[in-house]
């Protein structure tokens, strides 16, 4: 059996991931990035999310740099993005946004990875993990040449669904009393559209013509959010709603069917029913359905609602977000929107990347210790890439420092993040 032994391993490929692993590359630390796809991104990719949300409060103030920052400038330097807009969301709110054409992403990611000396190893997928005491000892990877064990110095779990914490027998966070986990949505890719035409609807149209999707039983989600792909009169569309746990191998494989089969209906609906749709068709269906929520981590901090309402500036902080909390139901077809002030930002502490009882494993991305609103607002992409930028960096300082990843000295990381273009009031 083939054993690798990097100094940081991250499991999943995700933007968290991605960030994470160019990140602690680029700080000094052998890194293997392991992704079961044949490419990176995550949504950003394997469900064609096709935007990222949340740079800036709504009063234009940024919260989000460093290596996300990069991303967009690679990508707008090959037609893969027109870079910052701002759009009005179906509940009225002035969102800042990145759309971004997932394929072109794929090698953008690729490039910024192997520049920073990152290892990626695609097509395998977690198999197990080997725990002594605080600490994962080994990772199982299936590869295509069968069982590979890797021993690293320390772990980022950014797999999303935390499957290598799951394995290493972490505990995970409750729903609490009334809360079910988001739905996840299948998102598909329609074109040619009249451009002109379909933006020229107002508001209230749009949304009447969304409730009558509802009505008809073709729309699965009072919507018809659409992101536009650079130089190309198609768009990815973000108007189905599956509700499963993305954990249950069963649910998941129904999963993919139900939402193909609402992406489809929902085609013939804008077809038929919505201007500037007449011509077009269903081109693309994203390669995996699209998980907002499944496991999160319980970690040394919990962060909560009222901690993002109060902009909580945590002495570890290691990255800010202005998102809104954003909670599709899972029955029904509207939104739980819940605005913070027009300049408020809220900070994330490190302690909530750490797991409880784990002393070589951070967790990056949507599966850090947040409760279920909490994470409603802190799972969107640019606040993931922060996050992952800073346990990537994180990861690289404490084996130079002999330290276990628990103990990290922030002050020092917060002084390395921002020396990389992260922003960190
Ligand atoms: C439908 C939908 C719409 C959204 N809309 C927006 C939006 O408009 N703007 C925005 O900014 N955010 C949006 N979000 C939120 C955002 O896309 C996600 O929260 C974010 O991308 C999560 O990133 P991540 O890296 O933490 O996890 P993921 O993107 O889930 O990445 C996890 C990675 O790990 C890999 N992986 C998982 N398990 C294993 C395993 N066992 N072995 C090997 N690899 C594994 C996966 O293949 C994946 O690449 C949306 C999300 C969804 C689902």
New binding site residues.
């Given amino acids: 059996m083939t054993t690798l032994a990097p100094d940081v391993l991250v499991?999943?490929?995700?933007?968290?991931?991605?960030v994470a692993a160019i990140a602690a590359a680029r700080a000094g630390a052998a890194t293997v990035i392991?992704?079961?796809?044949g490419f990176?991104?995550?949504?950003?990719?394997?469900?064609a999310?096709?935007?990222?949300?949340?740079w800036e409060t709504a009063a234009g103030r940024r919260v989000v740099g460093g290596i996300a920052e990069e991303i967009v400038a690679r990508l707008a330097a090959i037609g893969g993005s027109d870079g910052h807009s701002h759009f009005t969301m179906s509940t009225g709110h002035r969102m800042d946004?990145v759309q971004y054409d997932p394929e072109l992403l794929k090698p953008v990611l690729d490039a910024l990875v192997t520049e920073a000396g990152a290892r990626p190893l695609f097509h395998?997928?977690?198999l197990g993990a080997e725990r002594e005491g605080g600490r994962i000892a080994a990772v199982h990877?299936l590869t295509k040449a069968g069982p590979w064990a890797l021993r690293p110095r320390c772990v980022i779990d950014?797999?999303?669904?935390l499957?290598?914490l799951a394995a290493a027998g972490a505990r995970f966070l409750p729903l609490g009393a009334g809360e079910t986990a988001?739905p996840?949505?299948?998102?598909f890719r329609f074109g040619p559209i009249d451009l002109a035409a379909f933006g020229a609807i107002a508001g209230a149209e749009l949304a009447a013509l969304a409730q009558q999707g509802v009505a008809e039983g073709r729309l699965a989600r009072a919507a018809l959010?659409a992101?536009r792909i650079a130089g190309t009169r198609d768009a990815w569309f973000?108007i189905s709603r599956v509700a499963f746990d993305a954990t249950d191998p069963i649910a998941l494989s129904d999963a993919e069917i139900e939402g193909r089969r609402q992406a489809l209906a929902a085609a013939s609906f804008l077809r038929d029913r919505v201007p500037g749709c007449d011509e077009g068709r269903l081109v693309a269906l994203a390669p995996?359905?699209?998980?907002?929520?499944s496991r999160r981590i319980a970690g040394r901090h919990l962060l909560t609602e009222d901690e993002l309402r109060a902009g909580t500036a945590f002495a570890d902080r290691i990255a800010w977000g202005a998102?809104p909390i954003d909670i599709h139901p899972a029955q029904g077809a509207g939104l739980d929107f819940v605005e913070f002030g027009a300049d408020h930002a809220y900070a994330i502490p490190f302690a909530s990347l750490v797991p409880e009882g784990l002393d070589n494993v951070l967790v990056?991305?949507?599966?850090i210790s947040a409760t279920h609103r909490a994470h409603a607002a802190t799972?969107?992409?640019?606040?993931?890439?922060a996050?992952?930028q800073a346990a990537g960096t994180a990861a690289a300082l404490a084996l130079q420092a002999n330290a276990a990843l628990a103990a990290t000295d922030t002050a020092r990381l917060q002084a390395r993040l921002r020396d990389d273009g992260a922003i960190l009031p």
Avoid: C, K, W
């Fill in positions: 499991i999943g490929g995700g933007m968290a991931g991605t392991v992704e079961r796809f990176l991104g995550g949504a950003a990719t394997a469900a999310v096709g935007q990222f949300v949340g946004r395998a997928n977690l990877l950014a797999s999303g669904d499957d290598l988001q996840a949505t299948a998102m959010h992101s973000n995996a359905i699209g998980v907002r929520e998102y990056a991305g949507r599966g799972r969107v992409m640019p606040t993931v890439m996050i992952g």
